[in-house]
């Protein structure tokens, strides 16, 4: 396809366990991009990638949130230790790099810790 | 504290009318901005954008104003169609900084 492409579309596990998301960007675009959006709100920053390195990543919450990127094309965001508060709605989006380049997202991964 | 706010959580219009939905922002350094349409399940898709160097940008139906004294974006939608029913995002974004700060939306019904 030709848009961003996130698996698994859900997600489903135990609070304590570790998870992986994965994000497969607009072919080309050099430029990617985590958010997570919760109920009611709208997208929030997580972690900007410019190429395989983490050119941003003020967004993530704390220690236990890590993300790659490392042939600069799939990203994975991993967390570590899952808590009851991390349940929301992952999205990942890409662009290309430069001024006024919209970021196009994909449709998300739902998380749900029990 | 919310940089970016979009005070009306929902509005309804009739077919054919105009839509306008608003946002306002705090940041002084935000240079760009875009809105984005949401429907249930699906990612944010990109609608429209505009440059702080402008104050109005037209594609088809949709319009964005911008007003940068007043901190204040709009996006009209006419003729507004069923189809528009969605939730709409703005956001904003800094030169410096390619990450971009939501609203929390606005949900949007279109009567037939």
């Known amino acids: 396809g030709a848009g961003v492409s996130q698996t698994p579309s859900n997600k489903v596990t135990e609070k304590g366990k570790y998870v992986e998301l994965r994000c497969d960007p607009i072919?080309?675009?050099?430029?990617l991009y985590w958010y997570r959006q919760s109920l009611g709100q709208g997208p929030e920053f997580l972690i900007y990638?410019?190429?395989?390195?983490?050119?941003?990543d003020s967004g993530l919450p704390n220690d236990r949130f890590f993300a790659v990127r490392p042939e600069g094309s799939v990203s994975t965001l991993k967390i570590q230790r899952t808590e009851r508060g991390d349940s929301a709605v992952y999205l990942c989006?890409?662009?290309?790099?430069?001024?006024?380049?919209?970021?196009?997202f994909g449709d998300g991964t739902r998380l749900s810790i029990l | 504290d919310q940089q970016v706010k979009q005070n009306s959580p929902s509005l309804s219009v009739q077919e054919g009318r105009i839509s306008i939905l608003n946002c306002d922002y705090t940041?002084?350094?935000?240079?760009?901005f875009l809105w984005y349409k949401k429907y249930p399940a699906e990612g944010p898709t990109f609608l429209i954008s505009?440059?702080?160097?402008?104050d109005k940008n037209e594609d088809g139906r949709f319009t964005v104003f911008l007003n940068k004294s007043a901190k204040h974006l709009s996006l009209h939608i006419v003729p507004s169609q069923p189809g528009d029913s969605a939730v709409y995002f703005c956001?904003?974004?800094?030169?410096?900084?390619?990450?971009?700060?939501f609203g929390s939306g606005t949900r949007l019904l279109v009567r037939p």
């Open positions: 505009i440059s702080s160097i402008k």
């Open positions: 956001a904003a974004r800094r030169d410096s900084s390619y990450k971009l700060i």
């Open positions: 990638f410019q190429g395989t390195g983490a050119a941003d």
């Open positions: 989006a890409s662009s290309q790099t430069g001024v006024g380049q919209p970021q196009h």
């Open positions: 072919s080309g675009h050099t430029a």
């Open positions: 940041n002084s350094m935000f240079d760009y």
